[in-house]
Nanobody, 125 residues
Framework: QQQLVESGGGSVQAGGSLIVSCRASLRPFYNYAMAWFRQAPGKEREFVASISGSGRNKQFSDSVKGRFTVSRDNDENVAALHMDNLKPEDTARYYC??????????????????WGQGTQVTVYS
């Protein structure tokens, strides 16, 4: 059973917005920090944003800070990445990931135990 399932993404013109959602079967959901990573062809998977289980601690990569936000609904078991002012360099496959942590989150790929299948985001100029 897939523990994390992404939805959303798609193609958008530069300057536009998209939301990528991640529905989790991890329980209790509030005990899991969630993160978003992305991977472009030929490149390593890189950190984008993360949010603690409580929702109070959030982190963003420098490349998306001020443009992307992250949220979660612990009652609905869903996390979301809200992407505004998208740029062509944001084009990648986006993955959500989870690890047990209520108070904080991590930027490291290796620290996440659960992964979604990914969803493609394409930004054209």
């Amino acid at each position: 059973q897939q523990q994390l399932v992404e939805s959303g993404g798609g193609s958008v013109q530069a300057g536009g917005s998209l939301i990528v959602s991640c529905r989790a079967s991890l329980r209790p959901f509030y005990n899991y920090a969630m993160a978003w990573f992305r991977q472009a062809p030929g490149k390593e998977r890189e950190f984008v944003a993360s949010i603690s289980g409580s929702g109070r601690n959030k982190q963003f990569s420098d490349s998306v800070k001020g443009r992307f936000t992250v949220s979660r609904d612990n009652d609905e078991n869903v996390a979301a990445l809200h992407m505004d002012n998208l740029k062509p360099e944001d084009t990648a496959r986006y993955y959500c990931a989870g690890r047990p942590n209520y108070y904080s989150s991590s930027r490291l790929v290796s620290e996440y135990d659960y992964w979604g299948q990914g969803t493609q985001v394409t930004v054209y100029s």
